[in-house]
């Protein structure tokens, strides 16, 4: 009988940190996931920025002709 306790007590323990990991596991990937589209949105507006410079270079360069 008091295996069985002992058991049941280390089952719960077991369990509050399963959850707690799992938790933890679920918002790590949820700032992945945030983090990523960052990245994406940063990198979109660094083309944009790149492709207007590129036309003002090449217009300038049309009208200095």
Do not use: G
């Amino acid at each position: 009988r008091w295996k069985t306790k002992q058991l049941e007590k280390d089952f719960d323990v077991l369990q509050v940190n399963y959850d707690s990991l799992k938790a933890d596991y679920d918002n790590l990937l949820k700032e992945k996931e945030k983090l990523q589209a960052e990245v994406i949105a940063s990198l979109l507006l660094a083309d944009s920025e790149f492709d207007i410079i590129i036309t003002k270079c090449y217009h300038q360069s049309q009208n200095s002709s």
